[in-house]
């Protein structure tokens, strides 16, 4: 069951966070690791060359959140129990560092022992890429763990 509908809330909220990190893009580029990207940080099938619309871009992006919240939704003992600004959070680091990443973490560990601060806390560990941390992966997983924690 996804807790993503269109055109609800917290996909709003979903869909703003992810795309503000990632900024739009219509013609591909290369990561700072080198990874073909496009849009709100597409990578998958991306070849340099590639373009997309605006509105391509969004259709993309709210499709691969679907799938993103399918398989953190997996590995979540009870994903229907996390609050909103967490599952938001949890679902915006899933779509940057990958659900396999995300399923094998602290952030899924903590999050499935019920210590749910933990597992916002555990969002800081997130800001690698390539072996090397990137300011802007720190200052996103400032920005997601201060949501994460709103509420709670």
């Known amino acids: 069951m996804?807790?993503?509908?269109?055109?609800?809330?917290?996909?709003?909220?979903?869909?703003?966070?992810?795309?503000?990190f990632e900024g739009l893009r219509t013609y591909a580029y290369r990561?700072?690791?080198g990874i073909p990207t496009i849009c709100f940080g597409e990578t998958r099938g991306v070849k340099m060359g590639d373009h997309k619309t605006p509105a391509e871009c969004k259709d993309m992006l709210i499709s691969r959140l679907a799938e993103f919240e399918t398989g953190m939704r997996?590995?979540?003992?009870?994903?229907?129990?996390?609050p909103d600004n967490a599952y938001a959070?949890?679902?915006?680091?899933?779509?940057?560092?990958?659900?396999?990443?995300?399923?094998?973490?602290?952030?899924?560990?903590?999050?499935n022992a019920g210590d749910i601060r933990g597992a916002c806390d555990a969002l800081l560990a997130w800001d690698k890429a390539g072996g090397f941390r990137l300011?802007?992966?720190?200052?996103?997983?400032?920005?997601?763990?201060?949501?994460?924690?709103?509420?709670?």
């Open 74 to 82: 997996k590995c979540l003992a009870s994903p229907d129990t996390i």
């Open 89 to 111: 959070a949890f679902l915006s680091a899933s779509y940057n560092i990958g659900t396999g990443a995300f399923c094998k973490s602290s952030m899924a560990r903590r999050a």
């Open 135 to 152: 300011p802007g992966l720190t200052k996103r997983r400032a920005k997601e763990r201060e949501l994460c924690l709103r509420g709670i």
């Open 2 to 20: 996804s807790r993503i509908k269109k055109g609800g809330a917290l996909a709003a909220s979903v869909v703003a966070l992810v795309s503000g």
């Open 31 to 33: 990561d700072p690791v």
